[in-house]
């Protein structure tokens, strides 16, 4: 049987993807919120795309005394589903949680998501319209630009369909997952890519209060420019989908 050194660091259970562009102003709160909550073994990894706010020192200086702490810094804007993608294949967890970093998704739900996990989903999708969850009091715009989004996910995406949620960026999944992407894509869409790259994946979804930041600006573009990336993102994942069989 193989045994570990003494030496050799034990792999984290669970990995935090956080992709991170000028959040000095909710940074220091969610990684707080997230030591005070999560107890099992854990690493976070931090994808910044060339913050200039702090965000950047922020992260060199908590990763040089957390051994839990991974950086990958870009000095161009990148799309948030490279950035997260460039995450998750850093991590080495059992299980990866991709979250936004600006307190929009509540920290405190990382034990369920982990729970529903370490009961044999192969994804977990934390949704604001499943039992307990709630949009808030989120901007009208962002309603009206989340809602057509699903809309036109469930339209060109058979994975899409039958999840109340399509459009969450508050997920977790097994690490072992297929992601098929090519890095010259934009979009915004780590999951439903996940979910166009794998066939018959058990998914549990939870509900949670979508909270409107409090500081610093939207990333997402808020007008037609996102739809029209977004309806190409969703043809690329359509093409995942004909890859693996669905």
């Known amino acids: 049987m193989p045994?570990?050194?003494?030496?050799?660091p034990v792999p984290p259970d669970l990995s935090i993807v956080l992709a991170t562009y000028n959040e000095i102003d909710n940074l220091p709160e969610l990684i707080r919120r997230i030591a005070a909550i999560?107890?099992?073994?854990?690493?976070?990894?931090?994808?910044?795309?060339?913050?200039?706010d702090g965000t950047k020192e922020f992260i060199v200086d908590y990763c040089s005394t957390h051994s839990n702490g991974k950086y990958i810094l870009s000095?161009?804007?990148?799309?948030?589903?490279?950035?997260?993608?460039?995450?998750?294949?850093a991590s080495t967890g059992r299980f990866v949680v991709i979250m936004d970093s600006d307190l929009q998704h509540p920290p405190e739900k990382l034990i369920e998501i982990y729970n529903k996990l370490n009961e044999g989903y192969d994804m977990v999708i934390a949704s604001r319209f499943a039992p307990g969850g709630s949009t808030g009091d989120r901007k009208a715009i962002r309603g009206v630009i989340s809602r057509a989004a699903s809309f036109i996910s469930k339209i060109l995406l058979k994975s899409a369909r039958g999840i109340?949620?399509?459009?969450?960026?508050?997920?977790?999944?097994r690490r072992d997952l297929n992601i098929?992407?090519?890095?010259?894509?934009?979009?915004?869409?780590?999951?439903?890519c996940i979910m166009s790259s794998n066939k018959n994946l058990k998914i549990a979804e939870i509900g949670y209060v979508f909270k409107e930041r409090t500081a610093g600006s939207s990333k997402v573009t808020q007008n037609m420019k996102f739809m029209k990336i977004f309806i190409r993102e969703m043809i690329n994942y359509r093409n995942n989908e004909k890859k693996v069989g669905k």
């Open 75 to 89: 000095d161009v804007k990148q799309t948030t589903l490279i950035a997260r993608y460039r995450g998750v294949m």
């Open 3 to 8: 045994t570990r050194s003494m030496s050799e």
């Open 38 to 52: 999560l107890k099992v073994n854990h690493e976070i990894i931090f994808c910044d795309d060339g913050s200039k």
């Open 164 to 173: 109340s949620d399509p459009m969450s960026n508050f997920i977790g999944f």
């Open 180 to 192: 098929i992407i090519d890095r010259k894509w934009r979009g915004f869409e780590i999951p439903l």
